[in-house]
Antibody, heavy 120, light 107 residues
Framework: EVQVLESGGGLVQPGGSLRLSCAASGFTFSSYAMTWVRQAPGEGLEWVSAISGSGGTTYYADSVKGRFTITRDNSKNTLHLQMNSLRAEDTAVYYC?????????????WGQGTPVTVSS | ETVLTQSPGTLSLSPGERATLSCRASQSVSSYLAWYRQKPGQAPRLLIYGASSRATGIPDRFSGSGSGTDFTLTITRLEPEDSAVFYCQQYGRSPFTFGPGTKVDIQ
């Protein structure tokens, strides 16, 4: 059974940093792209970042480029999102999701999300 | 950046009726268009990819069509569980944007 489980969310002050993790199981992790998608309270889905199966190619939304870094550890079946210089507008539930193929950036399995609150 | 526009914003229908949801892209995304359903308090679920292919386990009540810039998600025989927000997403080029969503209320 495919599972993705996010962790690492919490309360952080503006300007602070947070590292999200996503533990994956039930599939050959290195063969699939992975992504982070966020949802601010009462708002729609916002794509944040994605990474290819090998980790060699990364993509970012303009709103997080230069502040967030996506990485993956294929030996540990884990995806990370390092978030620096956090702003109030980064407050959201962050979802980890599995790409349907190594180079496909639509997402067939989603975690339940981890909440991030940026506030003083 | 490819901007996706969804219409209508909200759709109020009765069980058994048919829903037609629209997604329009600001530039061509070929057939690289997916649809998701998000029920309240839950994570999104993939319904359609490649504009018209149903994801695993999705009933044939759900169908997608379109290519280029204009896409449609049709849901026949609406069920109470279809009360949700439906999002389209393009994956033709980064950033892989989502539309703002269409809320479907089943009354």
């Amino acid at each position: 059974e495919v599972q993705v489980l996010e962790s690492g969310g919490g309360l952080v002050q503006p300007g602070g940093s947070l590292r999200l993790s996503c533990a994956a199981s039930g599939f050959t992790f290195s063969s699939y792209a992975m992504t982070w998608v966020r949802q601010a309270p009462g708002e729609g889905l916002e794509w944040v970042s994605a990474i290819s199966g090998s980790g060699g190619t990364t993509y970012y939304a303009d709103s997080v480029k230069g502040r967030f870094t996506i990485t993956r550890d294929n030996s540990k079946n884990t995806l990370h999102l390092q978030m620096n210089s956090l702003r109030a507008e980064d407050t959201a539930v962050y979802y980890c999701a599995k790409g349907a193929q190594e180079w496909s950036y639509y997402f067939d399995y989603w975690g339940q999300g981890t909440p991030v609150t940026v506030s003083s | 950046e490819t901007v996706l526009t969804q219409s209508p914003g909200t759709l109020s229908l009765s069980p058994g009726e048919r829903a037609t949801l629209s997604c329009r892209a600001s530039q061509s995304v070929s057939s690289y268009l997916a649809w998701y359903r998000q029920k309240p308090g839950q994570a999104p679920r993939l319904l359609i990819y490649g504009a018209s292919s149903r994801a695993t386990g999705i009933p044939d009540r759900f169908s997608g069509s379109g290519s280029g810039t204009d896409f449609t998600l049709t849901i026949t025989r609406l069920e109470p569980e279809d009360s949700a927000v439906f999002y389209c997403q393009q994956y033709g080029r980064s950033p892989f944007t989502f539309g703002p969503g269409t809320k479907v209320d089943i009354q």
